[in-house]
C-alpha cells in the first residue's frame, strides 16, 4: 500500500453559520470552512479525513498540498512512525506548516491500515474500553441567562458534564456567569472551565479560587499555553488542577517540559492540531509516564471527532467525548451520528471509522479541488 495520490478539498458548510461573538474575534463566518484529505494508494484503496482551515480553506489547501502532497507521494501506509519523523525534519528546515495541517492525512494512514486488517480503529491501536462519557462545550454566549438556559439543556439532554467558555472581556461577569451555571445545573452535575487565555496571573488567581468554592473539575487555559513562567506558578497556587497544551505546536516535545517543570497539572491534545492520531498518541504516553491527567481536545468537525472517539476507546486516561454545543450545529461530515445514547458514546464495531463520510455533502460543500 504505497500513497499514490494525495487530494485535497477545499470546502464551506453554509448550515454551520457562526455569528462573530460566539468567537470571541467580532468576525461574522457565513459558514465553517474545512478541507478534506483524501490519501488513495496503488492496490486501490483510499481514505478521506476532514481538516480544519481557520478562515480560508482555500488558503491552507494550498500550503497543505503544496508541502504534503510531494512530501508523502511514494510512502508505504503502514510507515507512519517514519513519516512522522522525516515530517518534524522536512517542516523545521521550509515548510513551517499551521499546526492543523499534518494531522489528518495521518488519520488517513491509520483509517487505511485498520481497514485492511479489518479491525475498528480504536481496536486496532489497542483497545482500551468500548465506551466514554460524553460532554459539551459551550461557545462564548451573551449575557448570564444564556449560560444558565444552555447548562440546563446540557444536563437535559442527558450529557454527562458542561464546560463554560466565558466571555473573558471582565473577570466579575465570568465569575458571575460561573456561579450562575453551578446554581443552574446544582452541586454535583460536572462542570470545567475554558476562558481561552484572557486573564492576567492575579485575575486566573482570583477565578480559580472561586471555582475550587464551586467545585468545577479543572480550569482550562486560563493563560496563554507559552505562558510557562506564570502557568507554572497559577499551578503552584492552586488546588484546581490547571489544564492546557492543546495549542502547543509540535507534540509532545513542547508538552514534555510542561510536564516535567509542572507547568500546567494535565495536558490536551487532538487529532486535528496535535499532528494527527500519531501525534495524540505520543502526547498521550508522555501523560502517562507522569502520571499526570489527559484530556482529548475537541475538533470541531464531526469526522474528526469520530476520530477522537476512536482514540478514547484506545486511550483510557481521557474521562470524556468533547463536543461543542449546539450539537446539531456541528453535525455534519458522516452518513450517520456519532453513536451516543444518555450521554454515552459507544466505540464503532465496523473496519476503520466505522461510519462513512458524507460524500455527498462534501462534493456540495466543495469550493476547489486542489
Same mark, same amino acid.
Given at each position: ?205 482570583? &477565578? ?7 467545585? %468545577? @473539575?479543572? /480550569?482550562?487555559? $486560563? *493563560?496563554?499555553?507559552?505562558? !510557562? #513562567? ?80 476512536? &482514540? ?7 474521562? %470524556? @467525548?468533547? /463536543?461543542?454545543? $449546539? *450539537?446539531?450545529?456541528?453535525? !455534519? #461530515? ?37
Amino acid at each position: 500500500m504505497r500513497i499514490s495520490s494525495l487530494e485535497i478539498r477545499a470546502c464551506r458548510h453554509a448550515g454551520a453559520a457562526i455569528a462573530g461573538g460566539t468567537l470571541r474575534d467580532g468576525q461574522e463566518r457565513a459558514g465553517l470552512d474545512y478541507l478534506v484529505y483524501t490519501v488513495r494508494t496503488d492496490c486501490g484503496r483510499e481514505a478521506s479525513m476532514f481538516g480544519f482551515a481557520g478562515r480560508s480553506a482555500l488558503g491552507a489547501g494550498h500550503l497543505v498540498a503544496a508541502s504534503l502532497r510531494p512530501f508523502f507521494l511514494g510512502r508505504h501506509v503502514l510507515d507512519r512512525e517514519a513519516a512522522w519523523a522525516d515530517w518534524r525534519v522536512a517542516d523545521r528546515w521550509w515548510h513551517h506548516l499551521p499546526i492543523y495541517s499534518y494531522g489528518p492525512v495521518d488519520c488517513c494512514l491509520w483509517i487505511l491500515a485498520a481497514e485492511a486488517a479489518g479491525q475498528p480503529l480504536w481496536r486496532y491501536i489497542g483497545g482500551a474500553r468500548d465506551t466514554v462519557p460524553v460532554y459539551a462545550s459551550s461557545l462564548v454566549l451573551p449575557d448570564v441567562a444564556a449560560y444558565m438556559a444552555e447548562a440546563r439543556a446540557v444536563k437535559g439532554s442527558g450529557l454527562r458534564a458542561y464546560k463554560v467558555h466565558p466571555p473573558g472581556k471582565s473577570l466579575a461577569e465570568d465569575i458571575e456567569i460561573h456561579r450562575a451555571v453551578r446554581e443552574a445545573v446544582g452541586p454535583d452535575f460536572p462542570l470545567m472551565s475554558d476562558p481561552v487565555a484572557p486573564y492576567t496571573l492575579d485575575e486566573a488567581v482570583r &477565578l480559580g479560587r472561586e471555582l475550587e468554592r464551586l467545585g %468545577y @473539575l479543572w /480550569l482550562e487555559e $486560563p *493563560l496563554p499555553d507559552e505562558s !510557562f #513562567g506564570a502557568l507554572r506558578e497559577l499551578t503552584r497556587i492552586l488546588d484546581i488542577p490547571v489544564i492546557g497544551t492543546e495549542v502547543l505546536p509540535k507534540h509532545p516535545w513542547s508538552v514534555a517540559e510542561c510536564l516535567a517543570s509542572r507547568v500546567v497539572d494535565g495536558v490536551r491534545a487532538d487529532p486535528s492540531w496535535s499532528g494527527g492520531i500519531t501525534g495524540t498518541l505520543k502526547t498521550a504516553r508522555l501523560a502517562e509516564a507522569f502520571h499526570a491527567p489527559f484530556e482529548l481536545h475537541a475538533t470541531i468537525f464531526q469526522p474528526l471527532d469520530l476520530v477522537n472517539l476512536h &482514540l478514547n476507546g484506545a486511550i483510557g486516561s481521557s474521562r %470524556y @467525548l468533547e /463536543l461543542l454545543w $449546539p *450539537l446539531d450545529r456541528f453535525a !455534519f #461530515g458522516l452518513t450517520a451520528p456519532l453513536p451516543i445514547s444518555d450521554g454515552i458514546a459507544r466505540m464503532p464495531d465496523g473496519p476503520g471509522l466505522g461510519i462513512p463520510l458524507d460524500r455527498d455533502l462534501i462534493e456540495n460543500d466543495t469550493l476547489e479541488v486542489l
